[in-house]
């Protein structure tokens, strides 16, 4: 790489904190890592990558605008430890380092402080940090067409705590800026370049359904359950989250009772968000025959449109 070119690293996944010989580094642990004990040096020089590594790395690459983020848990230790990791790297480096830290480029962006961790919500299907940041990419930070290093992350600054908040969760960012330099442009967006939306996904709770003569006899509470675990099963790619948990801030619900007329059995229902009804409708829809297993389907196509709105 050139002096004049932009050095881009970003980490996501799972990070840790270890303390050896009196100094706590931050350690990204990798795919393959079998085990959370960092006591045992070989794991640590295998399936680990730590801010000495880092430290190493980034004195030897000759561009002079270098931005790093991490979307882990801990990872506000990454910015004190590249601080004191000069005392592990040769003479040459320590100078290289100490430069790193104040010239006029570069940002580091961590998802929460040394001692906190980093949220994924399967809600927003990544980090919360990630999730802000690719928002911030699709037009929120963006001026000009052009995205600015300080500008996008004093939006993930802004909006994880927010993000957090909503999932009963508190997550601070944390943002090292270089002392006395400007910031600078990392990316262009045009309309060539298409980042994937980013929808928080609409999250249900358990139904709340009984017979008219009371209880629940045909299990269709259960019922819902299976029809939207189903969705799920699906991962990141699910278009909707379902919990058992039916106190989910804002989680919508399926509230109402049926009757079984015959073989018939006769569903009327209202759509809740939280504790109040989305509007005032009552939906009705029936199925033939035990076990009902076209009753959720239906169901669900009342409210798509709804919860998609």
Request: net charge neutral.
């Amino acid at each position: 790489m050139l002096r004049k070119d932009v050095l881009l690293i970003y980490f996501s996944g799972h990070g840790s904190t270890y303390n050896e010989g009196g100094k706590s580094q931050f350690y990204y642990l990798t795919k393959d890592l079998q085990t959370n004990d960092l006591s045992n040096q070989n794991v640590r020089n295998n399936f680990t990558i730590s801010t000495n590594d880092l430290s190493g790395w980034l004195t030897s690459i000759a561009a002079q605008k270098q931005v790093l983020i991490f979307d882990a848990c801990h990872s506000g230790e990454v910015i004190s430890s590249l601080e004191t990791s000069a005392r592990d790297i040769s003479p040459s480096k320590i100078v290289a380092l100490d430069r790193l830290k104040d010239r006029s480029g570069t940002f580091i962006l961590t998802g929460s402080a040394a001692d906190k961790v980093s949220f994924e919500s399967s809600q927003y299907g990544q980090g919360l940090l990630t999730y802000t940041l690719l928002q911030g990419m699709r037009g929120l930070a963006v001026t000009n067409q052009r995205v600015d290093v300080a500008t996008l992350f004093g939006h993930a600054k802004d909006q994880v705590p927010i993000l957090a908040e909503s999932i009963n969760k508190v997550q601070i960012p944390i943002i090292s800026y270089p002392k006395g330099g400007g910031s600078f442009d990392i990316g262009l967006v045009d309309t060539i370049l298409n980042i994937p939306e980013v929808k928080s996904k609409p999250v249900f709770a358990k139904s709340k359904i009984q017979s008219k003569s009371f209880g629940d006899p045909k299990k269709i509470v259960a019922g819902f359950s299976n029809y939207f675990g189903q969705f799920m099963a699906q991962g990141a790619n699910a278009e909707l989250i379902y919990t058992e948990y039916d106190g989910y801030p804002n989680a919508y619900s399926i509230q109402g009772n049926y009757e079984v007329i015959g073989d018939e059995l006769r569903l009327e229902f209202k759509l809740f968000k939280g504790e109040d009804p989305v509007n005032n409708e009552v939906f009705k829809v029936a199925s033939p025959s035990a076990p009902y297993s076209d009753l959720y389907e239906k169901a669900f196509e009342k409210i798509e449109s709804l919860i998609k709105s």
